[in-house]
């Protein structure tokens, strides 16, 4: 028998031989296109599953450039969320109010300015491995 299921929805089983429902191995409920999550991750929350990704990403919708990428074994707490470039205010204009959130089309959002290079925020292993390096 191994260790642990990386199968598994709900990792975590109680002394009574129930699964805690709360918690979740991400790569089994997450189905978002711009997300990749590695084995093992888990994060717990009290909403359905299929919920998870926009608990977790709140500003990473489907039409974004962006993607978040978290690694094997990383543990996410209660309560934690990222927050992707998606969520910034435009800098450039005569005002920050984010005019092209609430109605795309009268502001023309396909023609104003972007960030050229696509963003990616990584959490896990890898990550820490590469801060140890560049911090040596």
Known sequence: MALLDANAVNPITLPDGSLYRDTVYLKNVITHPRMEIGDFSYYTHSGPPEETATI??????HGVRERLVIGKFVQIARGSYFITSSANHPMTGFTTYPFRIFKPETFGYKDLPVRTRLSTTTYGLAKTRQLCREST
Do not use: E
């Open 56 to 61: 977790l990403a709140p500003f990473l919708g």
